[in-house]
């Protein structure tokens, strides 16, 4: 089985975006619209379509802040060299700061990971990328110097992903 397969087999179905839809990224109740495009194999997941809390375990949002905020996607791809790559993506329509939502998704996608590998009898050990998007941020163009913490601030009406693969 490929990591895509295992990671599709442990992950809710209801959060999974498919069809044509799983070629952008679009935030719900926003004019937010970005047009993926890549080489790999992708999954995307959005964990708000889901009608259930995300983690019923916890207090909720109003009694302590940014406890159950995680980014708005999850993408899960596997590329050329069938290398696991996570982009974890966090759509703003204005200069909002996506890195709490980033941070907080990267230790869930830890433990999607660690429990993919568990029931899968895996050893998968991803990239993790985490992408702010804006529509008011202007991009950084060196791609080398995009990251500060494994996390990049783009901008655009496209995200090449082949361009965080690095």
């Not at 590329?79 to 993506?89: C, T």
């Not at 993919?116 to 941020?137: M, Q, T």
Request: with cysteine; glycine share 6%.
């Amino acid at each position: 089985m490929s990591c895509l397969s295992d990671i599709q087999k442990c992950i809710h179905q209801d959060a999974l975006i498919d069809g044509n839809a799983k070629n952008f990224l679009e935030e719900k109740g926003t004019n937010t619209k970005v047009q993926i495009q890549t080489n790999g194999q992708y999954l995307q997941y959005d964990f708000e379509k889901i009608k259930q809390p995300l983690f019923p375990f916890f207090k909720k949002t109003t009694e302590v802040k940014g406890l159950n905020a995680i980014a708005d996607k999850i993408l899960f791809l596997e590329d050329n060299k069938g290398l696991l790559w996570v982009f974890i993506i966090e759509l703003k329509e204005n200069k909002g700061n996506p890195i709490h939502q980033i941070v907080a998704t990267n230790h869930l996608i830890e433990y999607i990971i660690n429990s993919v590998n568990r029931i899968c009898k895996s050893n998968y050990k991803p990239n993790i990328r985490g992408i702010g998007y804006s529509r008011l941020v202007r991009p950084t163009t060196k791609l080398k110097t995009i990251y500060k913490n494994n996390i990049a601030f783009v901008s655009g009406d496209k995200l090449i992903l082949s361009n965080y693969l690095i």
